[in-house]
């Protein structure tokens, strides 16, 4: 008797050891990228209450934990979830509601394209995004003459590619009040022979844009919520929203709170004085899924459209050299109030002369190394002088690889061979502080990381064009380029001891692909497909 009680007294002691703790999801067999400081690759990890609860071998995870769902990777790849530290969400989300305008190949088929949008949408602005004259055979900015002519009636609103550019017809203008060309700091408006064509560039742009009906409430979740399923399906789980109104804000955190928006977002106010009256007086928003403690401001405008500000007149058009879009006195005043109030600044600096005002400006406020994470949104073009103030006063580059593959084609015709040596720059502007964000500036590109992992390592097109590569020597390690699209993307933003990298403790944001675009072929990188994506652990896409 004392023999069957001491033996069954072991069972009990031994079931009651190896009793496995609960969790709330378990990903086994797997090859786990934790982007964490030693790069390392696991085979599991458990979830609970959203987060990374361990990680290891598929024998430990298995053998430790009882979840409430399991994944059976099968050997697929799975890595952090992807952050774009540089896009437009609420701006992509609109243009999924307009006309398609991206890869005409002339204006006339712009003008097909919205004839047939029309059909579908009678009523009110008729509204287009993504042309782009740089993709045409006649590469000169289109006129407004054939748009008002179709819609002689109706005003017509036509985004260049960039977003720093736009045409309008004549309702449109006539709506505007707007009759002749008018002189403006930091914006143009095209004229032939001393009449408009309809081409607005920069802060002109806003002349006629600034008259269109701004979304009611149910547009806009629908805008915020369109956008959050095609980034879900991307594999993005936080997204940088660089330049919204502060009642954007507080519609995102209503449709939060509603649980109708779970999408991350990092938000940069933009420069304008409500919202800096705003924030300084309410200070940072902080919660899980809303960070707001940035301010995006703009130096100049864009390449494509010549608004980016440069030292030397364009190689094309040597009487331009394009414009800053406030005067210099505008910006050492906004650093200076953004930085006593302890936010974050947020630059779009595209041209090299954009880049150097803001550079000094920054350092000057600055004065030396720090941890204040300013940043310059593209630093597209940088003179070879000026490289070294990014790591004199530890200034983040935010850059945009797809931007590269997308402009190399015509970007030497507009800066010569000399000039282009210190555009799309990445390596030379990875060394300055030995990280760089990576991002798309969707919906100027395409929204896929998996493009910007191919731009920023391959650095050529879909089809392998040039052979050997764009400056491939500014191109980034595989490595690199995945840090850049999670853990340096979440540096970024303040938010790396909660994401960026699958770590015990951190948010258990992830995402699960058919190929492990750090082994493979470049071509295959192109074909890689999202499977599933999770969010707090929570599955937020999965492939049909």
């Not at 990680?55 to 050997?75: D, P, V």
């Not at 008018?182 to 008259?211: F, H, P, R, W, Y």
């Amino acid at each position: 008797m004392k023999s069957m009680l001491c033996g069954l007294f072991l069972a009990l002691l031994f079931a009651s050891c190896t009793k496995k703790e609960a969790v709330d999801l378990m990903v086994y067999n797997a090859k786990v990228y934790t982007v964490n400081a030693g790069f390392d690759t696991v085979e599991a990890f458990a979830v609970k209450d959203g987060k990374i609860l361990n990680l290891g071998k598929t024998s430990e995870i298995r053998g430790k934990y009882e979840a409430k769902a399991e994944i059976n990777a099968e050997g697929k790849v799975v890595y952090p979830g992807f952050i774009d530290a540089h896009a437009h969400f609420f701006g992509y989300g609109q243009s999924l509601q307009t006309a398609d305008l991206r890869e005409t190949k002339s204006w006339d088929d712009v003008l097909n394209r919205l004839v047939a949008f029309a059909k579908t949408h009678p009523d009110g602005w008729l509204i287009g995004n993504g042309w782009d004259q740089n993709d045409w055979e006649n590469k000169a900015f289109p006129t407004n003459q054939k748009l008002t002519e179709l819609f002689p009636n109706r005003p017509v609103f036509l985004n260049r590619i960039d977003g720093h550019a736009a045409i309008a017809n004549q309702k449109a203008f006539d709506d505007a009040g707007i009759k002749t060309a008018q002189k403006l700091t930091g914006g143009d408006m095209l004229t032939e022979n001393g009449k408009l064509t309809g081409v607005l560039i920069d802060n002109a742009v806003a002349l006629v844009e600034s008259k269109i009906p701004s979304p009611d409430a149910k547009q806009a979740e629908k805008i915020f919520t369109d956008a959050q399923r095609n980034c879900f399906a991307a594999g993005l789980t936080t997204i940088d929203d660089c330049g919204l109104s502060y009642l954007a804000v507080e519609f995102i955190e209503k449709l939060q709170k509603e649980q109708k928006l779970k999408m991350r977002l990092y938000v940069m106010l933009s420069d304008a004085p409500e919202n800096y009256k705003y924030l300084f007086a309410r200070g940072p928003i902080k919660t899980d899924r809303l960070n707001v403690r940035a301010f995006k401001v703009y130096a100049d405008g864009a390449l494509g459209s010549r608004g980016a500000c440069l030292l030397h007149p364009y190689s094309d058009m040597p009487n331009k050299t394009g414009f800053l879009l406030s005067n210099q006195k505008h910006f050492e005043e906004v650093a200076a109030k953004i930085a006593a109030n302890n936010f974050q600044m947020c630059t779009h600096a595209i041209g090299d002369s954009a880049n150097r005002v803001m550079l000094n400006i920054y350092n000057r406020i600055l004065k030396g190394k720090n941890d204040k994470r300013w940043r310059i949104e593209h630093a597209q073009v940088v003179n070879a002088s000026d490289f070294n103030l990014f790591g004199k006063a530890s200034i983040v580059p935010s850059v945009q690889p797809t931007h590269a593959t997308s402009d190399m084609y015509w970007a030497g015709q507009r800066l010569g061979a000399e000039r282009l040596k210190g555009a799309y720059a990445y390596k030379q502007l990875l060394k300055q502080n030995g990280w760089i964000p990576l991002g798309t500036d969707f919906p100027v590109e395409n929204i896929n990381p998996l493009l910007t992992f191919y731009a920023a390592t391959v650095r050529a097109d879909a089809k392998g064009f040039p052979e050997g590569g764009f400056q491939v020597e500014n191109a980034l390690t595989p490595e690199e380029a995945l840090r850049g699209m999670t853990i340096w993307a979440a540096k970024a933003n303040f938010e790396e001891q909660e994401k960026g990298s699958l770590e015990k403790g951190k948010l258990a944001d992830f995402v699960i692909l058919d190929h492990d675009i750090l082994k493979t072929t470049p071509q295959n990188i192109l074909k890689t497909k999202v499977l599933k994506t999770y969010l707090n652990g929570e599955k937020v896409y999965e492939a049909k």
